[in-house]
């Protein structure tokens, strides 16, 4: 499991909460992994007790299954739960992404340009691993620029379904269609185009229904 340094002011829990939930979108902690609350405790030097209540708020949104007397288990990836998370994110990021068309400072949109430019030059080169980051960044970025933060840390949770799937695309598919997505992003944003930018995020978030045979063929094991 990868650890990363406690932010300043993040409670014990939030700390556990996240590092978990980062490890599972990454694939570290895999479909059907076993998740030890003494190991988790140790790595991070937290008592047991902030793991295991970020264990059972991540079990609420059916990312980790508890059994009694046997363990907790990261769930298998449930397609039904994938398309829930999508949905919620599809109607979340049409509204933000309208509401930064008409926010975007020059210095906004400067940074997502940089952003895109990054995406697109490892995209040239195969390293398609350093691409997962920088989207994760974009849409922040779209999150911020409408002032939508608390919304964006509210659905992360919940956003752990799609996200995994998301990850599995990354190391499936070879033509990484979502860079292209996100230039077009950027340049309806400038434009203030908000029409354009919905269509954008409706087919942005609706690229994993064409990769899931792809994914499923190649990591089966990881499916329900």
Do not use: W
């Not at 997962?132 to 409408?146: G, Q, T, V």
């Not at 942005?204 to 329900?224: C, M, P, T, V, W």
């Amino acid at each position: 499991m990868n650890n990363t340094e406690r932010i300043a002011g993040e409670t014990a829990r939030d700390f556990a909460l996240r590092v978990i939930r980062d490890n599972i979108v990454s694939l570290d902690l895999k479909p059907g992994t076993l998740v030890s609350e003494n190991e988790i405790a140790f790595e991070l030097g937290l008592s047991r007790t902030p793991v295991r209540e970020a264990i059972i708020e991540l079990s609420k949104a059916s990312i980790i299954e508890i059994y009694p007397q046997k363990g907790s288990y990261v769930s298998l990836i449930d397609s039904k739960m994938v398309e829930e998370s999508r949905f919620l994110r599809n109607v979340l990021d049409s509204a933000v992404i309208e509401v930064a068309c008409d926010l975007a400072s020059d210095k906004d949109l400067n940074e997502m340009e940089e952003n895109v430019l990054l995406q697109e030059f490892f995209l040239s080169r195969g390293e398609n691993e350093k691409i997962y980051p920088l989207d994760n960044d974009f849409h922040k970025m779209i999150y911020n620029i409408a002032e939508k933060r608390n919304i964006y840390e509210m659905r992360s949770i919940m956003m752990i379904h799609f996200d995994r799937v998301r990850t599995l695309s990354v190391e499936t598919v070879k033509d990484l269609k979502i860079v292209s997505d996100h230039r077009g992003m950027y340049e309806a944003i400038k434009n203030h185009d908000k029409e354009k930018a919905v269509q954008l995020v409706n087919k942005h978030l609706g690229r994993y229904q064409f990769d899931e045979n792809a994914i499923r063929e190649q990591f089966s094991e990881y499916f329900k």
